[in-house]
């Protein structure tokens, strides 16, 4: 039944679809969700009350960790609260959620931006009274299902000695990337993917995405030889998606034979799942 997923665009609620896909079924989850800070998505709200957005969080990553394999990955990349008073340390609260899982927490990854951007001063300027710290760092968070070891074959791997060393030390150093030429309010660079997917996988096996906005966690998979199952509940970024994948920057990169712009959950997983 997997099958049916595989290589596919899903348009519709990251729960309804992730409820839709066999259990033990895929072997890395990358993903970023929504920070709730308030940025503009199509269509979704991101300022939950941050009990509720906890919740709902802590609903997805059950999900998640059913539909992975047994030493399957969890890979999330979320930001510091930016707001002025810091007091959801959420990364630390996703830890928590995991950990409570029973999910085995592999460490965090700190991703350096390399932000040199002007900012003006917050909180007290050039004074102790209180000052404030201007995060130029995200986090990567890692986790693996019942067991540390992931099951591949051997000539699978793409891991490159050089990538290999790089990929364990602690702090990657990369930039971000651009909103106004993705066309979505929070993408995250390729490098941030394709490192994990080399780094956590096998080629041939199963990366998702359940928050998969403009797509490139699919365009990463697609390029290093994996198979991707991306979701979101937006049309526009689904098309979006779907465009990048198979046409990144009007080049045909890709040979993905699914036609359609993208599927709508609503209709297609439940005739899949008949």
Known sequence: MIEKFINKVILGDCLDVLEKIPNDSVHLIVTSPPYNLNIQYENHSDELEYSDYLKWMSEVWKKCN????????????????KRQNISYPTYS?????????????????????????????????NSPSNPHIVPRHEYIIIFSKGDYKLLGKKENCDLKPEEFMEYTRSVWSFGTESKTKIGHPAP????????????????????????????????????????????????????????????????????VSNKKDFIDSSAEIQILNN
């Open 93 to 125: 609260a996703f830890i928590q959620s995991c950990v409570e899982l029973n999910m085995l927490y592999r460490g965090t990854i700190i991703w350096n931006k390399n932000s040199a951007a002007k900012h003006t001063a917050w909180g007290s300027w």
């Open 66 to 81: 059913e539909v992975l394999v047994r030493g399957g990955r969890l890979c999330i990349n979320i930001g510091e609260n």
């Open 188 to 255: 995250f660079p390729l490098e941030l993917p394709k490192r994990l997917i080399k780094f956590y996988s096998y080629k041939e096996q199963i990366v998702l995405d359940p928050f998969a906005g403009s797509g490139t966690v699919g365009i990463a998979a697609s390029l290093l030889e994996r198979n991707y199952i991306l979701i979101d509940n937006s049309e526009e970024y689904c098309k979006l998606a779907e465009k990048r994948i198979n046409d990144k920057n009007g080049m045909n990169l890709f040979n």
